[in-house]
Nanobody, 120 residues
Framework: QVQVVESGGDLVQPGGPLRLSCAAS????????MAWYRQSPGKQREFVAS???????NYADSVKGRFTISRDNAKNTVYLQMNSLKPEDAAVYFC??????????????WGQGTQVTVSS
């Protein structure tokens, strides 16, 4: 059984920083790409950032220069450091992982999401 669990969501003032974490656990053999998505009310889920197992990163234009994605392969954890937060960054942030277990091939997993609120 694989679990993907996000943490770190909070209420933060505009311009402030926040760091999200996401840990994958279970009988994991290998994790390929890990990514963050977000969804705000009335909008579709959108891509935020991704990082491959080799450390290559990709960002949505809206967060470039403000957000940094990183991962700790030993801990099966991905982080999202968010700086200079704007009200439009408020959303539920979801973690996504492409991984294989010792009993299955590559599958895609989602976490339950963590709420980020940006307000003064």
């Amino acid at each position: 059984q694989v679990q993907v669990v996000e943490s770190g969501g909070d209420l933060v003032q505009p311009g402030g920083p926040l760091r999200l974490s996401c840990a994958a656990s279970g009988s994991i053999y290998i994790i390929n790409t890990m990514a963050w998505y977000r969804q705000s009310p009335g909008k579709q889920r959108e891509f935020v950032a991704s990082v491959t197992s080799g450390g290559s990163t990709n960002y949505a234009d809206s967060v470039k220069g403000r957000f940094t994605i990183s991962r700790d392969n030993a801990k099966n954890t991905v982080y999202l450091q968010m700086n200079s937060l704007k009200p439009e960054d408020a959303a539920v942030y979801f973690c996504n992982a492409d991984l294989s277990t010792y009993s299955s091939g590559i599958r895609n997993y989602w976490g339950q999401g963590t709420q980020v609120t940006v307000s003064s």
